[in-house]
Nanobody, 124 residues
Framework: VQLQASGGGLVQAGGSLRLSCAAS????????MGWFRQAPGKGRELVST????????YYADSMEGRVTISRDNAKSTVYLQMMGLKPEDTAVYYC??????????????????WGQGTVVTVSS
């Protein structure tokens, strides 16, 4: 099972980025997926999660209104569109496969597989 995250980079405050996470080596179309982030010196926190069919989503307060999660099961890929980025959004962003089918998982331990992370740096 492999998750390959991409799309990170350096962006100015107020800018946008679209992260992608391609899954391979397993069946993910029946499982929820999520995006987490980890800023320097801080713990890993949930940004957003999406159910197996995209029918339900959850957004953490920290980024709600500025991000949109989506998925394309035909491509085994989940996306995170981020807008209005702030310097405090600087972090390594990780995608993960949930233990659940629905968008219930809020904690790191509720996810079984993780990507390697993609770095997002927002300059002021």
């Amino acid at each position: 099972v492999q998750l390959q995250a991409s799309g990170g980079g350096l962006v100015q405050a107020g800018g946008s980025l679209r992260l992608s996470c391609a899954a391979s080596g397993g069946t993910f179309s029946t499982l929820a997926m999520g995006w987490f982030r980890q800023a320097p010196g801080k713990g890993r926190e949930l940004v957003s999660t999406i159910s197996w069919n995209g029918g339900s989503t959850y957004y953490a307060d920290s980024m709600e209104g500025r991000v949109t999660i989506s998925r394309d099961n035909a491509k085994s890929t989940v996306y995170l569109q981020m807008m209005g980025l702030k310097p405090e959004d600087t972090a390594v962003y990780y995608c993960a496969v949930s233990k659940y089918s629905h968008a219930f998982g809020m904690r790191v331990y509720e996810y079984d597989y993780w990507g390697q992370g993609t770095v997002v740096t927002v300059s002021s």
